[in-house]
C-alpha cells in the first residue's frame, strides 16, 4: 500500500457538504483532500443526463433548495441563482377530480377563492394562514442559529418567546404536530396539505410521539426563515460545481474514483484509486458519508432491528436516528407537454408551477402509513410532483425547449425501505412505478404515459429509484435522503458542549472524526450546513492561518 503526505484534513465523500468543508479549510489555509467514491463530485445533488441520447440534465436525486444560507453563498463567493416559484402548491380533491386547491402566493384573493371552492370549512383559509404565520415566527427566530455554536434547549425556548413564539414551538416542538394540525384547521384535504411537509422522507404518523414528524416538518419550513422552497438555475448540478469551484480555487485537492475503505485511528484513511491502494493521514478526518457508513469503515458497526437499534458508537456517536429508514420512490419523467387536468379551471401551467399533491389528503395519508406498516405499496399511492423546467428551462436543450418538452420529478411518501430487499427490488421497482403513475392518471384528463418522451433506443423517458437503488447508487442507508434520522436543531439542556466539536454539532466518539455531512446535527437537504459547521469546529479547534 502507497502511503502519501499527510494532510490538515481528509474529507471523506466529496458531496456538496464535503465541498463546503473542503473550501472554508482550504481558504483558511488549510491543506485538505477530498476522496469521492464516484466518477465525479456532488454526491446526490448533481444534474444528470438521465436518459440515452435526450439532451435534458435532470437533478436526478436532490431537487430544490431551501436550506442554503446566503451567509455560505457569499463567504465561498458562488455564483449561483435560486429561482422563486409563484405557487405553493396545487391539490386535487380526490372525491372530486374536478376541484383542487390552489395556493397562489401571487393573489391572496384567488387562493382563498380555491378554499371556497374545494368546500373548506368557513375560515378555514384564515386558520391555514394564521397557522403558517405563525410558523414563520418561530422559524425566522431559529434560522440564524443554523450556522452558529448549537444553543440549549431551555436557550432556543427563551430565543422563540423573545420572538413571540412561544405558541409556535409548544405546537412544532413540545407536542405532535398533528394535534395543532387537526386542531387548527377541519378539511381532510387541507390537514393533508400541511402534513406533508412532516413526513417527507421520514415514516411516520402525525401523532407519533417520538416527533420525528415535527423535526421534518421543522425542517421544511426553517430555511431562509421563510421556509422557500427555490429552484437552482442550471440544476442542482450547478450548486455543486460552484462548491467543487471554490474548493479547487482555495488549494483543495480533490479525487474523484478514490474509494474509501477504512478509517482508522490516528486519522488514518485508507482508499483505493487508479487501481493501487493508498493511505494517508490527517489531523482531523471529515466525514461526509452517512454516520451509518462512516461506522462501517470503521468496522465497529452491529446489526440492529429494521428500525434501528443503537450501533455501536462511532461515527453516529451512538445515535439510533441514524438507523432510521428512508420512506420514497423517486420518479423522474421527461415529457413531450404538460398534461391537461381533470379540473379545468386551472391551467397546467398554474398546477405544475409549485408543489403538486396527489392523493394527500390527511386521512389518505394515515391510510398509506397503516398499509406500509402492514407490509404493502399504499394505493392510491400518496405523491407529490415538482416540475424544474418550468421555473428554469435552460435545463433542457433549445430543441426541447421549443418543442415544449418538460420535465416532472415525482416524490412518492410511505415507501419505507423495509418493502424493498435485494431479491424483490426489480418487481418492487415496477410495481412502484405502476402505482406512481395510477396516481398521477388519478388526477389527469390524459394518460402520462402518452406523453412520455423517448430516447434514443426508442424506451420512454422515465426512470425510477427504490430507496435500494438510491442507497447503490449514492451511498444513502437504507435510501434515507437524509442520511438517517433528522435531529433537533438545539441540544438538550443536559448534553456536554464542552469541545468545539460538540458546540458545532458535528462530534463522534474519536476527537479526531467529525461528521460534515447530512448526518451531522442541522444536516439534512441541500445546505452545505453540515460542511460549515464541521469546518468551523475544525477552526476554532485550531485558529485559521495562510500557508506561506
Given amino acids: 500500500m502507497s502511503s502519501n503526505k499527510e494532510f490538515d484534513a481528509i474529507i471523506v465523500g466529496g458531496g456538496h457538504n464535503g465541498l463546503a468543508a473542503a473550501a472554508y479549510l482550504a481558504q483558511a489555509g488549510r491543506e485538505v483532500l477530498v476522496l469521492e467514491k464516484l466518477e465525479h463530485p456532488g454526491g446526490a445533488a448533481v444534474s444528470a443526463h438521465a436518459f440515452d441520447g435526450v439532451d435534458a440534465r435532470l437533478s436526478r ?57 374545494v368546500g373548506a370549512p368557513d375560515g378555514e383559509f384564515h386558520a391555514f394562514t394564521a397557522f403558517y404565520a405563525a410558523c414563520r415566527q418561530l422559524t425566522e427566530a431559529l434560522w440564524p442559529t443554523m450556522t452558529t455554536p448549537l444553543l440549549r434547549r431551555s436557550e432556543a425556548r427563551s430565543l422563540a418567546a423573545r420572538a413571540g413564539a412561544a405558541e409556535a414551538w409548544e405546537a412544532m416542538i413540545d407536542h405532535p ?60 448540478g450547478a450548486v455543486s460545481g460552484e462548491l ?23 486519522g488514518v484513511v485508507d482508499y483505493r484509486h487508479g487501481g493501487q491502494d493508498h493511505s494517508s493521514s490527517a489531523r482531523w478526518v471529515l466525514s461526509n458519508v452517512a454516520p451509518a457508513v462512516l461506522d462501517r469503515l470503521r468496522s465497529r458497526l452491529r446489526d440492529g432491528p429494521a428500525t434501528g437499534a443503537a450501533a455501536t458508537p462511532a461515527g ?21 407537454r404538460l398534461p391537461r387536468l381533470l379540473d379545468g379551471s386551472v391551467s397546467p401551467e398554474a398546477a405544475f408551477g409549485g408543489t ?15 398499509t406500509a ?63 406512481v403513475l395510477a396516481s398521477l392518471n388519478s388526477v389527469l384528463a390524459e394518460p402520462i404515459e402518452d406523453l412520455l418522451l423517448t430516447d434514443q433506443d426508442g424506451r420512454a423517458c422515465i426512470e425510477t429509484k427504490t430507496t435500494l437503488d438510491i442507497e447503490r447508487a449514492v451511498g444513502m442507508p437504507r435510501g434515507n435522503i437524509f442520511h438517517g434520522g433528522l435531529d433537533w436543531p438545539f ?25 460534515c455531512g447530512s448526518g451531522a446535527r442541522r444536516g439534512g437537504a441541500v445546505s452545505a450546513i453540515g460542511g460549515h459547521n464541521a469546518a468551523m469546529a475544525v477552526l476554532e479547534s485550531e485558529p485559521p492561518f495562510r500557508n506561506g
Fill in 356 to 370: 403538486f399533491h396527489i392523493n394527500e389528503t390527511w386521512s389518505q395519508l394515515d391510510d398509506a402509513y397503516n
Fill in 244 to 266: 467543487e469551484r471554490a474548493a479547487r480555487d482555495a488549494g483543495a485537492t480533490i479525487l474523484t474514483s478514490a474509494d474509501v475503505t477504512a478509517v482508522r485511528p490516528g
Fill in 61 to 117: 436525486y436532490s431537487y430544490l433548495v431551501s436550506l442554503l444560507p446566503q451567509q455560505i453563498i457569499d463567504d465561498l463567493g458562488l455564483r449561483i441563482t435560486l429561482a422563486r416559484r409563484r405557487y405553493s402548491s396545487y391539490t386535487p380533491d380526490p372525491s372530486d377530480g374536478g376541484r383542487a386547491l390552489l395556493v397562489d402566493n401571487g393573489d391572496e384573493a384567488a387562493t382563498a377563492a380555491s378554499f371556497a371552492a
Fill in 373 to 435: 406498516a402492514a407490509g404493502s405499496v399504499p394505493s392510491p399511492l400518496p405523491c407529490e410532483i415538482y416540475c424544474h423546467s418550468l421555473t428554469d428551462p435552460s435545463i433542457l436543450s433549445p430543441e426541447l425547449q421549443a418543442a415544449g418538452a418538460q420535465t416532472l420529478t415525482v416524490f412518492g411518501l410511505h415507501v419505507p425501505d423495509r418493502l424493498v430487499t435485494a431479491e424483490n427490488n426489480e418487481d418492487r421497482r415496477a410495481e412502484l412505478q405502476a402505482a
Fill in 491 to 515: 441540544v438538550e439542556d443536559g448534553e456536554p458542549l464542552d469541545t468545539p466539536a460538540r458546540r458545532w454539532g458535528v462530534a463522534t466518539d474519536d476527537p479526531q472524526i467529525l461528521l
Fill in 177 to 236: 404536530i398533528g394535534h395543532t394540525i387537526s386542531r387548527e384547521l377541519g378539511s381532510d384535504l387541507v390537514r393533508g396539505v400541511v402534513l406533508t411537509d412532516a413526513l417527507i422522507g421520514t415514516f411516520a404518523r402525525a401523532d407519533d410521539e417520538d416527533l420525528q414528524q415535527n423535526i421534518c416538518f421543522l425542517y421544511h419550513l426553517i430555511g431562509g426563515g421563510t421556509g422557500d422552497w427555490d429552484v437552482p438555475v442550471g440544476g442542482m
Fill in 316 to 336: 453516529a456517536a451512538g445515535n439510533p436516528n441514524h438507523r432510521r429508514e428512508g420512506a420514497q420512490v423517486k420518479v423522474n419523467l421527461l415529457l413531450k
